[in-house]
């Protein structure tokens, strides 16, 4: 009996399209695919890290991608940490996912670092050929955080496979794509569109954590970028800049939050010539669905298996997904990650109306005004469609009479200067008292310069 077909990422990329024309660019430069898969990066032999795991913290995206095409199949594990964890969660994550050594590109990580394990770098600079009959027979397991690392951090243990299940559409097999994101690649959201691109048989262009929105576009746009993604926070920032008019990309994707009418609209305003689609997702749970209808929410029907990528349930108001995409556990001691029927509580709350579901909010993110629930999301949906209102975070700051108040932080649009505040209010009030019940309408609003987004790309958001 011939051995099983390889199905590490090194041998998938390998296979999906010819090297010379594909390549990954970041904001140092662009490297032709064809290098990366046959020179190695990592300053030692990589029999070395066989079986054992590793945490893979960089500074540059590039590195990522080279550290997981050198060490998919040769690792046991290995765990993707984002660019805002930080070192007082460290020790945790080292015991739960009991690392064996450090992959790094920095000497200031590694310093503050060199007491917990061995360290080994990823020196960007030197290559050296990589052994094609490598044996690279590991299942490995990828290992991925949830979006917040402000609290401990969850991991969420997933397969190459679980992974690349959703990498099966149209775009993702469009030859000779050039994809990019917002999105950190160590994400769940970035991943996907990591393995789009590799396993697709495309290019790849990456971000930098920091960099100004215009320069990455700037960056799209002189690499041709045809498909592109990030979270509807990403998006909005996105469109205030003068650069957004240099990409032409023929599909433009959001996850990671609600994409209300309004962001759709402007994207399709924007990109005439693209295909505007948003996507639902979780870490835990994988892709559930794509929507390209450009309509807020998404049909009753895809619930019941029409177009959906996974099951879904609704139970008391939250989504719930079954699928074979599905993350296999959390690591270390923090319970269950789906029931004992197989479903995942996504506790994203959903709305039936007129067939369609609409998002809500999250279960956890609730305002309680006199008992009476708010879910910030469904009000910044009625504020974000006024012309003046560039971005919106609506939020609770407390009360001692009904517990807390409902409060909305305001980006204007540019144009909306020449107009008094105090008018903008007023309109802002009538909408809201127009599509909204009385608790939900905002108590106070502020107009503020910007509004924070984590490192996830979504919405920072916080209880005054």
């Known amino acids: ?65 080279e550290a997981l095409l050198q060490l998919d199949g040769i690792a046991a594990r290995l765990v993707l940490c984002p660019t805002d964890f930080t070192l ?35 020196e960007i600079e030197a290559r050296y050929p990589l052994d094609p009959a490598e044996d690279r027979n590991f299942a490995t397991e990828w290992v991925l955080f949830t979006s917040g690392t402000s609290d401990r951090p969850k991991l969420v243990a997933h397969t190459l496979l679980s992974l690349t299940g959703p990498v099966d559409d149209f775009h993702a097999k469009a030859r000779g794509a050039v994809w990019s994101t917002f999105y950190d690649i160590r994400r769940y959201g970035g991943v996907q569109i990591l393995l789009r691109a590799l396993v697709g048989g495309a290019s790849l262009v990456l971000s930098q954590a920091g960099e100004p929105v215009a320069a990455f576009l700037d960056r799209a746009a002189s690499c041709g970028v045809t498909h592109i993604s990030g979270t509807p926070s990403h998006w909005r920032r996105a469109l205030m800049s003068d650069a957004r008019d240099r990409i032409v990309p023929r599909y433009v994707r959001l996850s990671g939050e609600i994409a209300d009418q309004a962001i759709l609209d402007h994207l399709a305003a924007s990109f005439p010539k693209a295909s505007v689609a948003h996507a639902f997702a979780s870490t835990e749970a994988g892709l559930a669905f794509e929507v390209d209808d450009g309509r807020a929410g998404f049909p009753a029907s895809i619930v019941h298996g029409a177009g959906a990528k996974a099951e879904l349930r609704v139970v008391d108001g939250s989504l719930r997904i079954r699928s074979p995409r ?4 959390y690591l270390g001691t923090r319970g269950a990650l789906m029931d004992a029927e197989g479903f995942v509580d996504t506790a994203d709350m959903i709305d039936l109306r007129d067939g369609r579901y609409h998002f809500v909010g999250r279960r956890e993110g609730v305002i309680n005004v006199g008992g009476q629930k708010v879910h910030p999301e469904e009000v910044e949906a009625v504020i974000s469609r006024l012309p003046s209102v560039r971005m919106v975070r609506v939020r609770a700051q407390r009360n001692p009479i009904t517990g807390a108040l ?22 802002i009030i009538a909408a809201c008292r127009q599509a909204l019940p009385a608790h939900k309408v905002p108590a106070m609003l502020r107009a503020v310069p910007s509004l924070d987004i984590g490192a996830s790309g979504k919405l920072a958001r916080r209880y005054a």
């Open 326 to 329: 599905t993350a296999s556990r």
């Open 1 to 65: 009996m011939p051995p099983p077909e390889p199905h590490t990422l090194w041998h998938l990329t390998k296979r999906a399209g010819p090297e010379s024309d594909r390549f990954v660019a970041d904001s140092a430069g662009r490297s032709a695919l064809g290098g990366l898969l046959s020179l190695g990066t990592i300053a030692a032999p990589l029999a070395r890290f066989r079986g054992k795991s590793l945490l893979v913290w960089c500074k540059r995206q590039r590195a990522v991608v």
């Open 406 to 427: 409902v409060v909305a932080d305001i980006v204007l649009e540019d144009a909306a200067a020449d107009k008094p505040l105090d008018a903008i209010k007023r309109d």
């Open 88 to 122: 007082e969660h460290l020790a945790l994550v080292i015991a739960e996912a009991e690392i064996e050594a450090i992959v790094t590109d920095s000497t200031a990580l590694a310093e503050q670092a060199h007491d917990a394990r061995p360290v080994v770098f990823v």
